[in-house]
């Protein structure tokens, strides 16, 4: 299942920052460039975390950072991502087809995000 995760105001990283963010927080990312014209990727990427590798894209134009992975490294992926941006700046993470979602905000956890967006044994693995 493919996680979305976009800022809720109208403000964008550019694909430089994006990739700052990446290898700041996960070293051994790895990280393409996207060059297609006429295309909304930007940067293709892998990150190791705990449990799995998350896998994504971020879109150029929109700061959309879309994502797959185990359920708990996505959501360790989209806080790590938070936490990084300006204090203040919401963020509206939601599974594919807009069918769940969670407003993050400074406090929320992990397991915040687990339970809206369902059970980590059915769903955001990569198969």
């Given amino acids: 299942m493919d996680y979305f995760l976009m800022g809720r105001e109208d403000w964008r990283l550019t694909e ?5 963010f ?3 927080q996960w070293p051994s990312a790895t990280i393409k460039p996207v060059d297609v014209p006429g295309g909304s990727r930007a940067v293709d990427f892998r990150v190791p975390i ?3 590798l998350v896998d994504g894209h971020f879109n150029i134009g929109s700061s959309t950072v879309v994502f797959y992975g185990a359920l708990r490294d996505c959501a360790e992926f989209a806080l790590q991502y938070q936490a990084t941006m300006p204090e203040g700046k ?6 594919e087809g807009y ?6 905000q400074r406090e929320t956890t992990a397991e915040d995000i687990i339970k ?3 059970d980590e044994s059915k769903c955001g693995t990569s198969e």
């Fill in 116 to 118: 809206a967006l369902g």
């Fill in 16 to 20: 430089q920052e994006f990739i700052q």
């Fill in 22 to 24: 990446l290898v700041s």
């Fill in 99 to 104: 069918s769940r979602s969670i407003e993050l």
């Fill in 90 to 95: 919401p963020f509206l993470l939601f599974a």
């Fill in 50 to 52: 705990s449990e799995s």
